[in-house]
């Protein structure tokens, strides 16, 4: 069994019934986050009354979507390959009060 802990500036905290630990941090990928939202509201911030959008702001938000579904989908991955490999059988993600009364 493991448990998952999952924020923003660390991605995922995973510990083990086996005692494995394993931490996967996110600040680089959050400022990178945030540098390509600065830049898309430095961009709206030029644009004339009225318009929101541009076909930049639209690439923008569509490389900064991607940038985090890459990470998320590969960080999960390598998660699971790592707890499989171990032998680990459930995963709880989310709020752990209940699965720490009951384990």
């Known amino acids: 069994m493991t448990a998952l802990d999952i924020g923003a500036n660390t991605l995922v905290a995973c510990t083990t019934t086996t005692g494995e630990q394993y931490l996967y941090e996110g600040r680089e990928l959050f400022q990178r986050f945030r540098e390509t939202t600065r830049e898309i509201a430095r961009l709206q911030s030029k644009l004339p009354e009225g318009r929101y959008s541009s076909k930049r702001i639209r690439r923008l938000y ?29 995963v709880y993600i989310g709020g752990l009060t209940d699965v720490l009364e009951t384990h």
Not at 63 to 74: E, L, N, V
Not at 75 to 88: F, I, P, T
């Open 62 to 90: 569509r490389k900064r979507t991607r940038r985090r579904d890459h990470s998320q989908a590969a960080l999960c991955r390598d998660l699971l390959e790592r707890l499989y490999a171990e032998g680990v059988d459930t």
